[in-house]
Structure formats: C-alpha cells, structure tokens
C-alpha cells in the first residue's frame, strides 16, 4: 500500500509540472495575421487613435547628435514610443538622462529597462502620454553573444477605466539566441487580457523569418498591410525593418488605421529612419 501511495504521489507532481508548462510553437508566415483595419473593421462606436513610434537611439559616443533624436520625437510627437538602444546618464552621454530629457519635452512620463554601462544604464525606455500604472522589465536569457538583452513593458491608462499595455525589446542579432528570448518574452505576454502594442527591432525580416518573427506571428499582429512591412534601414537606401510595431489584441478592441512607415523628417541622426504606426482604441459608447 504505502509503495502504491508513492507511486501516484510521483504521478501527481509530474503530472502537475508538465501541466503548467506552456509550450511554442511558431506560427504560419506564409500568410499574414488578419487584423481589424480601418477599411474593413465594421464598428462604429467611438474610439481613440494612439500614434506609435519606435526610434532607434544608438548614438555612440557623439553627444552632440542628441539634439537631433529630440527633434525627430517632437516633429511626430507619439503617444507612445520606444527608445531602442537607449544611454541614460552614460560617460559617453555626457551624463545626460536622455529618455528624462525626451519625456520631458513632448510631456510624457517614462520608464527605463537598462544594463550598467558607463555610470549610467543602456537599453529600452517606453514613455507615454498617459499615466503610467505599472511596470515591468525582464532580463531576456543571455546566448553565445554574451550580451544582456532586455524586454521593458508598462500599463498605461489611456481613458478612465481604459487600460492597454506598451512594451519594447532589442532583441539578438544572433540567430539561435533569438529563440530563447523570444520564448522568454511569449511567456509574459501570453498571460495578459488586456491589448498590448509591442515595439522594437527582432533583427529578423519577413522576407527570411527566422524563430522570432515566426513565433511572434502565432499571436501578434503586425501593423503593416498585406504585402509586408516597410523598410527603414539603412537610410541610404532602406532594404530591411529593424522598427516593427505588432499587437496582441486578446478582446478585438484595436485597429490598425494607419500602417507601420518611416519617419523621414527631420532626418535621423544614425542609419535607422524611426517607424510609426496608428492603431485606434474601441470605447465604450
């Protein structure tokens, strides 16, 4: 008796463990997400446009470029934006907060996900026009490269009563390193009801996905039309997406009224024109 007890107590614990572990599986890329557009969406209740953009803010150690990302955010002036590959308070930025500096302009407030570099921190910040009611940010799993890459996500409350998430990451110009941290980031945002607009660069292309692009299509939707997103880089002559801008839409609460393109004016300062979308929010009447 006490060896059938311990038997079923062994099947019990494994039983349990394989069931709360979730399991990914890549998506179709052959065929593109549906998603509501503004065409073909049928509701006509009220709704609020969210304008989108994703900035790419590696500017090495030349300071004096800053001027010109703040220009480029203030030109478009978003609602919500990404700063990908961000300094905050860096040697090599002269100290300077730039998602602070950048909040501060365009009124938004801001959260920072970043490693320790230079005195300072470097990695992803999201800011918003809308208060910010949580915050999260995860260390995505370390591959052959050695670098900390970065998932920082935020709630934000767009109307009273109204929330919606807003996240960004970098993720590995290595391509086995992208599948462990693509997993890691499903893995949070498969557990949330609320929308969510996901930013940022998964250096991969539509043209040749690889596992992050395919992993993500199974649940995000790209806001870009059927033919493809648009290419932003290099800006002498654009051959690639490195800015997407997708969304998890768990309640049909979003739609996409203006697709991903680049901002081109004012110039960038670096080889990455910003990207920009329109996605609009369902009110309740």
């Known amino acids: 008796m006490r060896k059938l007890f311990i038997v079923f107590f062994v099947f019990l614990i494994g039983f349990g463990f394989n069931s709360c572990q979730k399991t990914y599986e890549p998506g179709d890329w052959s065929e593109l997400p549906e998603y509501p557009t503004e065409d073909d969406d049928e509701y006509t209740g009220p ?13 090495a150690s030349t300071p004096a470029n800053f001027p010109k990302m703040v220009d480029i955010a203030k030109a478009y002036n978003p609602d919500l934006l990404l700063l990908r590959q961000c300094d905050s ?148 002559g654009p051959t690639g997406t490195y800015d997407y801008i997708t969304f998890q839409d768990p309640g049909k609460q979003l739609i996409v009224s203006k697709n991903l393109e680049p901002f081109r004016v004012p110039e960038t300062a670096n080889t990455f024109f910003p990207t920009t979308a329109e996605i609009k929010v369902k009110l309740a009447p």
Do not use: H, W
Not at 47 to 59: A, E, Y
Not at 154 to 172: M, R, S
Not at 200 to 218: C, I, K, R, T, V
């Open 89 to 236: 308070k860096t040697t090599r930025a002269n100290s300077v907060d730039r998602p602070q500096v950048i909040a501060d302009e365009l009124g938004m407030e801001v959260y920072m996900k970043g490693r320790s570099y230079q005195n300072g921190l470097f990695g992803n910040a999201l800011l918003s026009k809308f208060p910010i009611k949580e915050t999260f940010g995860l260390d995505l799993t370390i591959g052959t490269a050695g670098e900390q890459r970065m998932f920082a996500m935020i709630k934000v409350e767009i109307e009273e009563g109204l929330e919606i998430y807003f996240a960004g990451t970098e993720l590995e110009t290595i391509a086995a390193d992208r599948r462990p941290q693509v997993i890691d980031i499903l893995r949070v945002t498969g557990e949330l009801t609320l929308p969510l607009i996901f930013a940022g660069n998964f250096n991969e292309q539509q043209a040749s996905p690889g596992d992050a692009l395919s992993y993500l299509s199974g649940t995000f939707s790209f806001a870009c039309p059927v033919a493809g997103c648009a290419f932003n880089a290099p800006k002498a």
């Open 47 to 59: 709704t609020k446009t969210l304008k989108i953009m994703s900035i790419n803010m590696n500017l």
